[in-house]
């Protein structure tokens, strides 16, 4: 399954800090960074159960914000890219 996750952590204390650096480890671990908070992540729904837990224990709710995007089955799902620092073509499967 193809998944974006977006993240946004409020840093304004040393908590909020470390958790900003764990979610982005967290992430690194199953997905590409495409962007400073943003990551897509081609992975299976095992694999999604246990990052999506994780990433919900790490956040404060009441001062961070966590979004996922289901975008369906990677051998379907395209992507596109417009300026610096290129998106890895992960299955042959980047429009460009």
Not at 5 to 20: A, N, Q
Not at 33 to 58: G, H, P, Y
Not at 62 to 72: C, H, N, T
Request: charged share 35%.
């Amino acid at each position: 399954m193809f998944i974006l996750i977006t993240y946004d952590v409020s840093t304004e204390t040393p908590e909020g800090k470390k958790r900003l650096r764990k979610i982005a480890k967290e992430c690194i671990n199953y997905g590409q960074r495409v962007q400073n908070s943003v990551f897509e992540c081609e992975i299976s729904s095992a694999e999604w159960l246990r990052v999506k837990k994780k990433l919900t224990d790490i956040i404060d709710a009441e001062q961070d914000s966590l979004r996922f995007y289901y975008l369906g089955d990677s051998k379907k799902a395209k992507r596109e890219h417009i300026g610096k620092n290129p998106s890895k073509d992960m299955n042959g499967l980047l429009m460009v």
